[in-house]
């Protein structure tokens, strides 16, 4: 069985064996026998689908979804911002109880250009967790531009825009369980440096966030992705203090920031209403 075969198999609906391909499949057939697609940017297509309706599935289990994403008229690559594995950048919004997730949509995708036997991209998605959004930047359910207007998404746009710079970061999760960031010229950015405590902010104007870590309470691989297994990577917002302890204590001192987040309570949660636990 091919690639594109398997592709179109895994838009079939879950757990029924006896269900025909869904209409995103047949389109896909269509314009292969038409002869507009090949058999490659079929799959390449079918592939983005397929990956989709996992990340819908995924966030569903864990929250309500927005149905509209938080997306660019135009995709920053073609403006000199950096690449993702396609031209599609997306947010997608999920509201737990009073908790929002922000996370990222398009770093997962199979790249442009893909060839058979390759993954899924950077093989990771970026998510931040809050309940500290404020209410000009909190639309209700079914009005997601308002959150283009809180902290949460600037920061989880920036890191995303580093993570993509970088290539991804999944081989550096992997060698050091888990990464710190920090950001400097806080006092420029646009919504950050209005809405955030000035005990997350450093004296050389600097915030930091953490990568990976601490887990949160819900699980973090998706191995029915199309192409490879896909990690959720959260994005945690620390104090000034604790970045501060993270350059002065490197590894051993971030580890141990994540070890004390945990037995604080804090765990993932980026909470604009906590102390420093260092």
């Known amino acids: 069985m091919n690639l594109f075969k398997k592709l179109l198999d895994s838009l079939k609906r879950p757990f029924n064996q006896d269900t025909q391909a869904s209409p995103q499949a047949l389109h896909l057939q ?3 026998t038409a002869g507009n697609l090949n058999e490659a940017e079929a799959a390449n297509m079918a592939a983005r689908t397929a990956g989709a309706a996992c990340l819908d599935r995924y966030w569903g289990s864990i929250g309500t979804v927005e149905r509209d994403v938080l997306a660019y008229m135009i995709s920053p690559s073609f403006s000199g911002g950096p690449y993702w594995p396609s031209t ?5 919004v999920i509201r737990r109880g009073d908790n929002i997730i922000i996370a990222t949509e398009g770093l997962s995708d199979p790249f442009d250009d893909d060839a058979e036997g390759t993954g899924n991209g950077f093989e990771m998605e970026l998510f931040l967790e809050t309940a500290d959004i404020p ?3 909190r639309g209700p359910l079914g009005d997601v531009a308002p959150f283009q207007r809180s902290w949460a998404f600037e920061l989880v746009e920036h890191i995303a825009k580093t993570v993509a710079d970088a290539g991804g970061i999944t081989h550096r999760l992997d060698q050091y ?3 710190s960031i920090e950001i400097p010229g806080f006092s420029l950015s646009s919504h950050m440096s209005d809405q955030l405590p000035a ?5 050389d104007d600097s915030t930091g966030v953490l990568l990976g870590a601490p887990e949160p309470d819900f699980p973090t691989r998706l191995d029915d992705m199309p192409l490879s297994p896909v990690r959720m990577v959260s994005v945690v917002l620390i104090t000034a203090s604790e ?3 993270i350059r002065s204590g490197g590894r051993a001192a971030r580890d141990d920031l994540v070890n004390r987040l945990k037995a604080a309570g804090i765990g993932h949660m980026s909470s604009l ?4 636990v260092v």
């Open 199 to 203: 005990h997350f902010v450093t004296e």
């Open 135 to 137: 209410e000009h930047a």
């Open 243 to 245: 970045l501060e302890y």
């Open 177 to 179: 369980g888990a990464l």
């Open 273 to 276: 209403q906590r102390d420093s």
């Open 30 to 32: 269509e314009l292969v």
């Open 88 to 92: 599609r950048q997306a947010y997608r």
